[in-house]
């Protein structure tokens, strides 16, 4: 028995981190560098710098900083803590095709904050996201679908979403993943894809995974283990190069 159920997974959220949002077009190397003083200074903990460089960005329509304003609005970060104006601005975001605002918004929609609970809205929103590549909701529509939570439960939709999450070398999909074929959800159980799936997980420091992958390894063969083993190190090589797609795939 492995250490986790799939519904044992919660939604994630994202915090201020340094980085570049993934599919988003800058309008310019200003708006750039204004993004990133505002994320830095967010990181810092100097909210009224942020502030000042998000509302900006937000006036000019510039997509990511509004998101990055509503973040401030819903975390409570230098302003009252205002999930409907957060919602707005996630909306703004959504309106311009962001997917980190259409995650946000997701988010809102699944818990009732600032917006009526909406498990349909959650679920058009997070597939919004997904198909714009952004693994946070294509991991997040792999445990509704896992758990019934808004739609049907469907194993198989649950894995498709799980193996997009996990080419995209998001850890706790690639956990969720070994956990299906562990228990055989919706497919026959597979000890070898177990031992694979947890292997990746644990070489991106999931130790949930690494618990999980000796417990495989006590009910395999030496010589499976072995083939298993460079099974996991040529799929993590694709993930890592951006070249898995899924079993038999390349982007």
Same mark, same amino acid.
């Given at each position: 028995?492995?250490l986790?159920? =799939?519904?044992?997974? &919660?939604?994630?959220?994202?915090?201020?981190?340094t980085? !570049?949002l %993934?599919?988003i077009?800058?309008?310019?190397p +200003?708006?750039?560098?204004?993004?990133?003083?505002? =994320?830095k200074?967010?990181?810092?903990?100097? +909210?009224a710098?942020a502030?000042?460089?998000?509302n900006?960005?937000?006036?000019k329509?510039?997509?990511p900083? =509004?998101?990055?304003?509503?973040?401030?609005?819903?975390?409570?970060y230098?302003?009252?803590?205002?999930?409907?104006k957060a919602?707005?601005?996630?909306?703004q975001?959504?309106a311009?095709?962001?997917?980190?605002?259409?995650f %946000?918004l997701a988010?809102?929609?699944?818990?009732?904050?600032?917006v009526k !609970?909406?498990k349909?809205?959650? =679920?058009?929103l +997070?597939?919004q996201?997904a #198909?714009?590549?952004?693994p946070?909701?294509q +991991?997040?529509?792999g445990?509704?679908y896992a758990n019934?939570d808004?739609v049907?439960?469907d194993?198989?939709l649950a894995?498709?979403w799980?193996?997009k999450?996990?080419?995209? #070398?998001y850890?706790l %999909?690639?956990?969720?993943l070994a956990l299906m074929?562990?228990k055989? !959800?919706?497919m026959p159980?597979n000890l070898?894809?177990?031992?694979?799936w947890n292997?990746i997980a644990e070489y991106?420091?999931?130790?949930q995974?690494?618990h999980?992958r000796?417990?495989?390894?006590?009910k395999? &063969?030496p010589k499976e283990?072995?083939e %298993?083993?460079?099974?996991a190190d040529a799929?993590?090589?694709?993930i &890592?190069?951006?070249t898995?797609?899924g079993?038999?795939?390349?982007?």
């Open positions: 028995m492995q986790s159920l =799939i519904g044992d997974i &919660l939604m994630s959220q994202f915090n201020f981190k980085l !570049l %993934a599919g077009l800058l309008s310019s +200003f708006a750039h560098a204004g993004l990133e003083e505002g =994320i200074a967010a990181n810092e903990g100097e +909210f710098q502030l000042k460089e998000f900006y960005l937000a006036d329509g510039f997509a900083g =509004i998101y990055e304003l509503g973040k401030l609005y819903e975390g409570g230098g302003v009252t803590r205002d999930y409907r919602a707005q601005l996630y909306q975001g959504v311009k095709n962001h997917p980190d605002s259409m %946000a988010v809102l929609y699944d818990e009732g904050n600032g !609970l909406d349909q809205m959650a =679920i058009k +997070f597939e996201a #198909n714009k590549n952004l946070a909701a +991991f997040n529509l445990v509704m019934g808004g049907s439960v194993y198989e894995k498709t799980y193996e999450a996990a080419a995209n #070398n850890t %999909a690639q956990f969720n074929y562990f055989g !959800l919706g159980k070898e894809k177990s031992y694979i292997t991106n420091g999931n130790m995974a690494s999980s000796k417990l495989d390894e006590q395999m &063969l283990v072995e %298993a083993k460079e099974k799929i993590y090589t694709r &890592l190069a951006g898995y797609a079993e038999g795939r390349l982007f």
